[in-house]
């Protein structure tokens, strides 16, 4: 079964731009709404909006809030996340295809994807 967040929430993600190198994605939700356990590859967020969120990898679980402007860079990993707030998220991802040039960890929990 694909993690791959286009398949796993297509509602929610949507491909911008894509070449070999790269894959940039938009992802919108509003209060309430979740996403189904899927992956990212290594990649750099940057927040359009103001959020709060719950993520969910195994049985941890994290909640954080981002202020819009943020940029993070997100180790590769795996996980579900929920708007548990009262505002939307608008995030960009932009997802690298080439692979780390040092063996990296998926980390439970990353720093703060959708």
């Known amino acids: 079964m694909s993690h791959d967040p286009l398949e ?4 929610l993600y949507r491909v911008i731009f894509e070449n070999e190198r790269v894959r940039v994605l938009e992802y919108r939700d509003r209060p309430g709404d979740r996403t189904t356990p899927h992956d990212h590859p290594d990649s750099v967020m940057y927040t ?3 959020f709060t969120r719950r993520l969910i990898s195994g049985d941890q679980q994290r909640d954080l809030e981002l202020d819009a402007g943020q940029t993070r860079w997100l180790g590769a990993q795996e996980h579900a996340g929920e708007n548990i707030g ?3 998220t608008h995030v ?14 998926k980390g439970p929990l990353g720093p703060s994807a959708p």
């Open 92 to 105: 960009i991802f932009v997802e690298l295809k080439e692979p780390a040039p040092v063996a990296s960890a």
């Open 8 to 11: 796993t929430n297509p509602e």
């Open 86 to 88: 009262d505002t939307e």
């Open 48 to 50: 359009l909006t103001s």
